[in-house]
C-alpha cells in the first residue's frame, strides 16, 4: 500500500506549496508526480509478470 502514500502524500504536498505561493514550476510537479505514479502503478503488475515469464523460461 505504500504506492499510495506515493500518489496521496506528494501531490497533497505539492497542492498545498501551490495554495500558498502559486507558482508554474510546482504545478509541473504535481503533474510530474502524479504521472509517475500513476504509470508505475499500471506498469507494475505487467514489469513483475514479464519479470516472472522469463523467470521461469530460463529455469527450464
Same mark, same amino acid.
Do not use: C, H, K
Given at each position: 500500500?505504500?504506492?499510495?502514500?506515493?500518489?496521496?502524500? +506528494?501531490?497533497?504536498?505539492? +497542492?498545498?506549496?501551490?495554495?500558498?505561493?502559486?507558482?508554474?514550476?510546482?504545478?509541473?510537479?504535481?503533474?510530474?508526480?502524479?504521472?509517475?505514479?500513476?504509470?508505475?502503478?499500471?506498469?507494475?503488475? @505487467?514489469?513483475?509478470? @514479464?519479470?516472472?515469464? @522469463?523467470?521461469?523460461?530460463?529455469?527450464?
Amino acid at each position: 500500500m505504500w504506492f499510495l502514500n506515493y500518489i496521496v502524500i +506528494l501531490p497533497t504536498v505539492t +497542492l498545498v506549496a501551490v495554495m500558498e505561493s502559486p507558482s508554474y514550476t510546482l504545478m509541473y510537479l504535481l503533474t510530474l508526480w502524479t504521472v509517475l505514479g500513476l504509470s508505475y502503478v499500471i506498469l507494475r503488475p @505487467i514489469y513483475d509478470f @514479464i519479470v516472472d515469464e @522469463i523467470r521461469l523460461f530460463m529455469e527450464y
